[in-house]
């Protein structure tokens, strides 16, 4: 029962998402939404310890009071599991869901300057096994993110992708 109303709760967040033109992968080209307002939607498969992947999906939505250096997030994560019965050969397993504030920021790094979004959930909206730690993206040059820990370093295997795409 609990399981099935998560997924559910997951499922409907999921469906709260709008997606973005994608004529142009940069974030600057994010779709405006009233009061000039800006909504980018990211999503990959991230590898995971314990399971297949994770699926995520993050929506930030810039404010413009701040020059779009700010604002709110909402996350999806789907924890995927082998399965041979699935068309995919996939299924999900576990569904957690996070929501909360986004900074932009910017730090030096070995010397160079770095920008990245900084996700502050908010511990009382969170669905599942999300965390209630901050997050960090790094930002790329072609609009990607790159999901790194909190020294802003990306993984030391370059065979692992934890990049997020522009939807």
Known sequence: MKKTLLLGLAAIAALGFTACDNSNAKADAAQTKGGAD???????ILPAADAQGTVYTLKLEFDADNNYTDGD??????????????????????????????????????????EYI?????AKDAL????????YFLMNEDGSLTMVGADLQKAV??????????K
């Open 38 to 44: 800006k909504e980018v939607l990211y999503s990959g």
């Open 73 to 114: 997030y909402t996350m999806v994560e789907n924890t995927l599991a082998a399965d041979t019965v699935a068309a995919s050969g996939m299924k999900e397993v576990a569904t957690s869901y996070t929501k909360g504030d986004f900074r932009k920021e910017s730090k030096q790094v070995d010397g160079a300057t770095v």
């Open 128 to 135: 599942g096994t999300a965390s209630a730690a901050s997050g």
């Open 118 to 122: 900084r996700l502050m959930p908010d």
């Open 157 to 166: 295997n370059p065979e692992m992708n934890y990049t997020l795409t522009v």
